[in-house]
């Protein structure tokens, strides 16, 4: 069986995102900005040929009108709501920059009938427009997506495009160099400096002749505009997390106060820390999905600015998430996610002392607190915040047993 490989693509999201919480957008052209790049365009804009890779002066020289508009909404939970769907449908899911994804069909049963499934699936579940482009390899699944967006389908076509097998090289054929995605626009100009301006004039070049113009570079250039790319679908989400959850049985009754709430939830917990701490890490994100009796679920995520492992600082974190609103009823169950995992460093200032004979003083923390407010947490920190170099902690690890 030929594999079937999917790549799916958010369309217009962060400025639907945007207009999602700003009603009087919905009709208007605006282009939604991250410092002074343009991050999305609306439906609208998109309408006049504005587009991502413009400046905001050109943008404005075509519409005078445009909105520009600051990203302001956090796209995260969104986004991985999105890849939720994804990972229902294969265990291979493969994130491709922020608004893409790859989806390794194969074996799932007839390749048509199981991208017929996904993309109603996907209707029914995305709140956002979205392309997929369907081959039997990831290159080309990706350039049958970017097709279809620059062909603008209307509503009465399929918002998918799939490429049937032996189909590829005639279906790259027409198309430009620059579709080749996996490589820069540095190696689309050379081979257009040496007149090669469609995949079809690339696939018909000599493999010797390519590989001395562009070295290894120009045998996978080959392999690419043939329809041929190896690269297997990485199942890299969800990404590695460490979970722990309490489900209280239908007849008990539920937790109406933090009290009661605790001794289900710390056991919970502990749990969780236990993992983290057999596998010295630390946690960079909390998610928490709480059930209420006879309300409607409730999602809470947190990103920590320090890394934690404590169970105590993790109780008082989630605590405080819980009780910013009024339960809606008893809360019945609830399951924690520690995410964005990373080795536990080991903190220089276990060790400065030794070396240096210092400690920090008030005027330091109050220097610091000074700084820090100026220009930043992420830019202003002590040295007890960073990695230690591996010889560092060689060193360190010697000393003890000395």
Same mark, same amino acid.
């Given at each position: 069986?030929?594999?079937?490989?999917?790549?799916?693509?958010?369309?217009?999201?962060?400025?639907?995102?945007?207009?999602?919480?700003?009603?009087?957008?919905?009709?208007?052209?605006?282009?939604?900005?991250?410092?002074?790049?343009?991050?999305?365009?609306?439906?609208?804009?998109?309408?006049?040929?504005?587009?991502?890779?413009? $400046?905001?002066?050109?943008?404005?020289?075509?519409?005078?009108?445009?909105?520009?508009?600051?990203?302001?909404?956090?796209?995260?939970?969104?986004?991985?709501?999105?890849?939720?769907?994804?990972?229902?449908?294969?265990?291979?899911?493969?994130?491709?920059?922020?608004?893409?994804?790859?989806?390794?069909?194969?074996?799932?049963?007839?390749? !048509?009938?199981?991208?017929?499934?996904?993309?109603?699936?996907?209707?029914?579940?995305?709140?956002?427009?979205?392309?997929?482009?369907?081959?039997?390899?990831?290159?080309?699944?990706?350039?049958?997506?970017?097709?279809?967006?620059?062909? =603008?389908?209307? =509503?009465?076509?399929?918002?998918?495009?799939?490429?049937?097998?032996?189909?590829? =090289?005639?279906?790259?054929?027409?198309?430009?160099?620059?579709? !080749?995605?996996?490589?820069?626009?540095?190696?689309?100009?050379?081979?257009?400096?040496?007149?090669?301006?469609?995949?079809?004039?690339?696939?018909?070049?000599?493999?010797?002749?390519?590989?001395?113009?562009?070295?290894?570079? $120009?045998?996978?250039?080959?392999?690419?505009?043939?329809?041929?790319?190896?690269?297997?679908?990485?199942?890299?989400?969800?990404?590695?997390?460490?979970?722990?959850?309490?489900?209280?049985?239908?007849?008990?009754?539920?937790?109406?106060?933090?009290?009661?709430?605790?001794?289900?939830?710390?056991?919970?917990?502990?749990?969780?820390?236990?993992?983290?701490?057999?596998?010295?890490?630390?946690?960079?994100?909390?998610?928490?999905?709480?059930?209420?009796?006879?309300?409607? =679920?409730?999602?809470?995520?947190?990103?920590?600015?320090?890394?934690?492992?404590?169970?105590?600082?993790?109780?008082?974190?989630?605590?405080?998430?819980?009780?910013?609103?009024?339960?809606?009823?008893?809360?019945?169950?609830?399951?924690?996610?520690?995410?964005?995992?990373?080795?536990?460093?080991?903190?220089?200032?276990?060790?400065?002392?030794?070396?240096? $004979?210092?400690?920090?003083?008030?005027?330091?923390?109050?220097? !610091?607190?000074?700084?820090?407010?100026?220009?930043?947490?992420?830019?202003?920190?002590?040295?007890?915040?960073?990695?230690?170099?591996?010889?560092?902690?060689?060193?360190?690890?010697?000393?003890?047993?000395?």
């Amino acid at each position: 069986m030929d594999p079937c490989i999917a790549y799916i693509h958010l369309h217009h999201f962060y400025a639907l995102l945007e207009a999602k919480y700003r009603p009087n957008l919905s009709q208007v052209p605006f282009v939604v900005t991250q410092g002074e790049k343009i991050m999305d365009v609306s439906p609208q804009a998109a309408n006049l040929n504005i587009h991502v890779a413009m $400046g905001l002066r050109q943008a404005r020289l075509i519409c005078p009108e445009l909105e520009i508009i600051k990203m302001e909404v956090d796209p995260e939970p969104f986004l991985e709501k999105f890849k939720d769907i994804c990972a229902t449908l294969t265990p291979l899911v493969e994130p491709s920059g922020d608004l893409g994804v790859f989806l390794d069909l194969s074996g799932l049963g007839e390749p !048509l009938a199981i991208v017929k499934k996904v993309a109603s699936k996907l209707r029914w579940q995305l709140a956002f427009p979205w392309y997929m482009g369907v081959a039997t390899n990831k290159l080309v699944a990706k350039i049958a997506c970017q097709e279809l967006l620059n062909a =603008k389908p209307n =509503k009465a076509q399929h918002n998918y495009l799939m490429i049937q097998p032996l189909r590829e =090289k005639a279906f790259l054929s027409s198309l430009g160099v620059n579709r !080749l995605w996996p490589w820069p626009d540095k190696i689309h100009q050379q081979l257009q400096n040496l007149g090669i301006y469609t995949i079809g004039q690339l696939a018909q070049v000599p493999r010797l002749q390519l590989q001395a113009q562009l070295g290894e570079v $120009g045998d996978a250039l080959l392999n690419g505009a043939q329809g041929i790319d190896p690269t297997p679908v990485e199942g890299l989400y969800p990404p590695q997390t460490v979970q722990g959850y309490f489900q209280l049985p239908p007849d008990a009754k539920g937790c109406g106060d933090l009290s009661t709430l605790n001794r289900h939830l710390i056991p919970a917990l502990q749990s969780a820390t236990a993992s983290l701490r057999a596998k010295d890490q630390i946690c960079t994100r909390l998610r928490l999905f709480v059930q209420y009796d006879g309300a409607p =679920k409730k999602q809470f995520d947190k990103n920590l600015k320090e890394g934690l492992q404590a169970e105590d600082q993790l109780l008082e974190l989630i605590q405080e998430l819980l009780t910013k609103a009024p339960w809606p009823a008893p809360i019945t169950g609830i399951r924690l996610m520690l995410m964005g995992l990373k080795p536990r460093g080991l903190h220089q200032a276990i060790f400065a002392p030794q070396i240096l $004979g210092i400690q920090p003083s008030a005027k330091l923390r109050q220097t !610091l607190a000074i700084l820090q407010t100026k220009f930043g947490n992420e830019t202003i920190f002590l040295a007890k915040n960073m990695s230690i170099p591996r010889r560092e902690r060689m060193l360190l690890l010697l000393t003890e047993y000395q």
